[in-house]
Nanobody, 127 residues
Framework: QVQLVESGGGVVQAGDSLSLRCVIS????????MGWIRQGPGKEREFVAG?????????RYGDFVQGRFIISRDTTRDIMFLHMKSLKPEDTAVYYC???????????????????WGQGTQVTVSS
């Protein structure tokens, strides 16, 4: 069974950068989607970014990202990153690492498509 552990959250100021890390353990498959989902205060869970768990696999981003975030993978280890820049107060949320552990043709782009979740890491952006 896949297990996910996030780290890297914190309190930053608007305009700052921050990188999140997700350590993935357990059996993975190149057909899986791995992604980042966030949930702001009083909001629904929102897709941030996702990729197929294969080197060079497709990547998708939520519309709000607008080039500010990059999802990446350490190809030598099962670690995924979310590099965020130009952070805004509205990016304040709990960020979850998530996996879709069933085979599907494309990158999962809805929070509801992910079936395995980490515990989340808080990102707070002050104005």
């Amino acid at each position: 069974q896949v297990q996910l552990v996030e780290s890297g959250g914190g309190v930053v100021q608007a305009g700052d950068s921050l990188s999140l890390r997700c350590v993935i353990s357990g059996p993975t498959d190149r057909s899986y989607s791995m992604g980042w989902i966030r949930q702001g205060p009083g909001k629904e869970r929102e897709f941030v970014a996702g990729k197929k768990w294969t080197v060079g696999g497709p990547v998708r981003y939520g519309d709000f990202v607008q080039g500010r975030f990059i999802i990446s993978r350490d190809t030598t280890r099962d670690i995924m990153f979310l590099h965020m820049k130009s952070l805004k107060p509205e990016d304040t949320a709990v960020y979850y690492c998530a996996a879709q552990t069933r085979r599907s043709p494309g990158v999962a782009t809805q929070a509801s498509e992910y079936d395995t979740w980490g515990q989340g890491t808080q990102v707070t952006v002050s104005s």
